[in-house]
């Protein structure tokens, strides 16, 4: 079983620019593409891999050149004072979840299995997805669906799931599918399971608090000239960079200094998000929603 096949892998390293001597981040380690693709350019370089999930360790790549971290990347800065480290030349995201996530049974990411609703990106969080479908109110379900699933009937999904737990605890995917299959519109029932497992997931592992924190951490520690490359799986997350990247935080307004003088941290590489080609999505299916976005430090 393939690990994972990495999306724009070589318009993602070409971003990078990469110098030879340089220090490089990859926050998303993963199945070891990208790191091993920015190894090939380093010379004197170094390269510093976080990846959260604990089976990813089995990618590390044994070179001097190479750190590998369990780590979150939301813990980027600490992470790496620890390591000596107050500046680097690039940091490379690739986001959302690796095939060996959606493929594993056990890990509960795809609504193919009827497996325990986990979710988890690290077995070490407390936190499963059928520990949040019991506890949290039917008001923060339905604020869940909406954010981050963009699901357009978000309230009666949330009713439908407190509703069914209140006769069972839903614990697998079947138990939630069978707790909201009627409100599947009409053909639609992959994407409509692909949101809500998404917008589940993305509670779950609070994906966007550390995106957040992460391109905020980005601004201190990339060197001026130093690229931020990132790969985003839908809206949400998109918006966040394209605003993160084009006014320094996640509004997107463009604050002026005294002088009227616009207070940027980045400066945009390309004017919009590079996507697969066609002949990227006839082999690799999974990277149809992907958008590259890539930043330069001013």
Known sequence: MVYHVPALLDE???GLNIRPDGIYVDATF???GHSREILKYLTTGRLIAFDVDEDAAVNRIDDSRFTFL?????????????????????????????????????????FRFDNELDMRMSKGMSIKASDLLARLKEEELAGIFAEYGELQRAGRI??????AREKAPLVTAGD????TEELVPGTQKHKFYAKLFQ????????????LKELLLQSGELLKSGGRLVI???????DRLVKNFIRAGNFTGEVRKDFFGNPELLFKPVTKKAI???????????RSRSAKLRIAEKI
């Open 30 to 32: 993963g199945g070891g």
């Open 275 to 285: 996507i697969p080609g066609r002949e990227e999505t006839m082999i690799n299916k």
């Open 231 to 237: 790969i985003t799986y839908h809206s949400l997350e």
């Open 12 to 14: 993602s390293i070409r």
């Open 70 to 110: 369990n780590q979150n990347y939301r813990f980027l800065r600490n992470n790496l004072r620890f390591l000596g480290i107050s500046a680097v030349d690039g940091i490379i995201a690739d986001l959302g979840v690796s095939f060996h996530q959606f493929d594993d049974p056990s890990r509960g990411f795809s």
């Open 176 to 179: 939630l599918i069978r707790a």
């Open 199 to 210: 917008a589940i997931r993305i509670a779950v592992n609070r994906e966007i608090d550390s």
């Open 158 to 163: 949330a009713a439908a799931i407190v509703s």
